[in-house]
């Protein structure tokens, strides 16, 4: 059975910084892709980064992209979502997604598995 989760969310205040993490079992760790979303009440699931399953290739949606930063750790096994500078705007449910070998960019229904999702609440 694929188990995804998320980690490391919470509340942070404008300016500073929150690493959320997720991990999944069930499945070979090193042929998947995986891929950062997020949402708010009443919106779409935003796609914010991705990276390859090799590790060797990023993609970021242009709104965040100076400030997050995607990655993965090899020993522990598990993929990082650095966000810097936060704002109040970053509020949301930050979902992982696992995609075999390439991930979808934005075409949230195209990846395999997805976390229950944390929250991050970013305080003005």
């Known amino acids: 059975q694929v188990q995804v989760a998320e980690s490391g969310g919470g509340l942070v205040q404008a300016g500073g910084s929150l690493r959320v993490s997720c991990v999944f079992s069930?499945?070979?760790?090193?042929?998947?892709?995986v891929a950062w979303f997020r949402q708010t009440p009443g919106m779409e699931r935003e796609f914010l980064a991705a990276?390859?399953?090799?590790?060797?290739?990023?993609h970021y949606v242009d709104s965040v992209k100076d400030r997050f930063t995607i990655a993965r750790d090899n020993v522990q096994h598990k993929h990082i979502l650095r966000m810097n500078r936060v704002k109040p705007e970053d509020t949301a449910v930050y979902y992982c997604?696992?995609?075999?070998?390439?991930?979808?960019?934005?075409?949230?229904?195209?990846?395999?598995?997805w976390g229950q999702g944390t929250q991050v609440t970013v305080s003005s």
């Open positions: 069930g499945i070979t760790w090193g042929d998947y892709a």
């Open positions: 990276i390859s399953f090799l590790g060797d290739d990023t």
């Open positions: 997604a696992i995609a075999y070998l390439n991930h979808h960019g934005e075409v949230h229904a195209l990846y395999d598995y």
